[in-house]
């Protein structure tokens, strides 16, 4: 049952957060002082060592051979360096051991089978404003005293050269530099490198570091270039091109265009990263019909939505079970689609909550379920983290690559749409009988932590 894996859960209170109850709905959250916070799905964990975690997908197109001794020589000679020769670029990338930001140590330590698990570091380099306007004015002052029958276009000159000078020779020895690591999980048999990062800056910075250094050739993939991917395997690109977005009803009053939703939110940076959006639709009308898949979903904790009309705005739902809600309903039936969404999955005995970004096919807030028995090392419990963060995304991928196949078949995709569109017609609440089988000894080991 939805309720009985909703057990593994923390409540929001776990998180220093607590509902704020407008009926049955949970339209948001709040810290115990009463100040506003954002959900928890924003909350970026402590990556794959700790805590729960995010990651965008990378494909590997193309790496190496090289054996352990050479991979952690190649890691060594591209950490960020303490200090620097010359004045440092405004921002520089590097690798580091990932247990911490000063992390240089690369060994056995780091490996897990296939897997490496490290960090990307990349540091920004920049004076404060207030710091250089002080520098400016302290120069000024002293120029002035020395020179006083200077001109002050000629004097703010020479105190900006010589803030500009001791700004470069104090970044270069290694002030004023924000860092920031990112936890990177690299499985090598697996052709895919996880790693979360929350921008386009971080994105290329990992990307153009991994080229250079390790000859890895990287591939962000959202759900359009997921989806590419998968139809050049199959031999059927020429279908993935002629998708377009699904009409699953008519469109919202408002709205001046033509019969097919536009998603302009879903066409960046692929033209079919819409397919992700229509992946949690589909996803959310087979779970609630009851429909039988190896791995099996449900929405949960939150619901993010978006007009696929651009005709209306957007709308967030909190709650246990938010795809439940009259608001959901209403929203489906004016055109709105799931843009992120609460999961719940289960696949075998094992299963995951997280917040799944659609369109960029992104998991945040990954939290694992608690093990059946305590560890008896940390490296044995980093062991079974790791191979639970790679069946987690290998079980998200199952899930895509099966609406996938069913999307990039016409005929199939036809009937497919014809029942979403009944389901979304429908009237009334979502099916009482809904339901994920939850493993025994899941289950099992949760009810005994929690007494």
């Avoid at 990263?273 to 791995?295: I, P, T």
Wanted: glycine share 8%; hydrophobic share 40%.
């Amino acid at each position: 049952m939805v309720d009985r894996l909703a057990q593994g859960l923390k409540s929001y209170e776990g998180w220093g957060h607590a509902p704020i109850n407008l009926g049955k709905l949970l339209v948001g959250t709040t810290c115990r002082k009463g100040r506003r916070r954002g959900p928890p799905e924003y909350v970026w964990g402590m990556g794959f060592r700790s805590g729960r975690a995010a990651w965008q997908r990378f494909r590997v197109k193309s790496a190496p051979q090289l054996t352990e001794t050479e991979l952690f020589a190649k890691l060594e000679d591209a950490v960020v360096p303490e200090s620097f020769d010359v004045a440092p670029p405004d921002t520089i990338a590097g690798w580091c051991g990932g247990r911490h930001l000063l992390d240089r140590t690369f060994d056995a330590d780091n490996l897990f089978g296939d897997a490496v698990l490290m960090g990307f570091r990349l540091d920004a380099f920049k004076l404060p404003a207030d710091l250089r306007r002080a520098w400016q004015l302290q120069n000024e002052e002293a120029l002035s005293a020395a020179e006083p029958g200077s001109s002050k276009s000629a004097i703010r000159k020479a105190a900006r050269e010589e803030v500009d000078d001791r700004a470069r020779r104090e970044m270069t020895s290694g002030l004023h530099r924000s860092s920031r690591m990112f936890p990177v999980l690299w499985d090598r048999a697996g052709g895919v490198l996880l790693a979360p990062t929350p921008s386009d800056a971080a994105r290329t910075a990992l990307v153009d570091l991994a080229r250079l250094t390790l000859d890895l050739e990287l591939e962000p993939e959202s759900a359009g270039v997921f989806a590419e991917s998968f139809a050049a395997s199959r031999g059927v690109l020429r279908d993935l091109e002629d998708a377009t977005p699904t009409s699953f009803g008519p469109p919202p009053r408002g709205h001046e265009g033509g019969q097919v939703p536009t998603v302009g939110w879903g066409r960046a940076p692929h033209p079919h990263d819409f397919l992700g959006s229509e992946f949690l639709l589909d996803l959310w009308c087979r779970a609630e019909r009851g429909a039988e898949d190896e791995v099996e979903a449900a929405i949960t904790e939150a619901l993010d939505m978006r007009c696929a009309w651009e005709a209306g705005g957007d709308q967030g739902l909190r709650s246990n079970t938010p795809a439940r809600s009259p608001e959901a309903r209403r929203g489906l039936k004016n055109g709105k689609w799931p843009r992120k969404a609460g999961l719940m999955i289960a696949s075998g005995l094992e299963h995951w909550t997280l917040i799944l970004d659609g369109v960029r096919f992104a998991p945040s807030a990954v939290r694992l379920p608690e093990p059946a028995e305590r560890p008896e090392t940390e490296r044995e419990g980093l062991e079974a983290r790791v191979d639970a963060f790679l069946s987690c995304d290998r079980a998200l991928t199952k899930l895509y690559r099966g609406f996938l196949e069913r999307r990039l078949d016409a005929a199939r995709w036809s009937s497919e749409a014809a029942v979403i569109k009944r389901w979304i017609a429908a009237d009334g609440q979502s099916s009482p009988s809904f339901e994920i089988e939850v493993p025994r000894e899941a289950a099992e080991s949760v009810e005994a932590k929690q007494d």
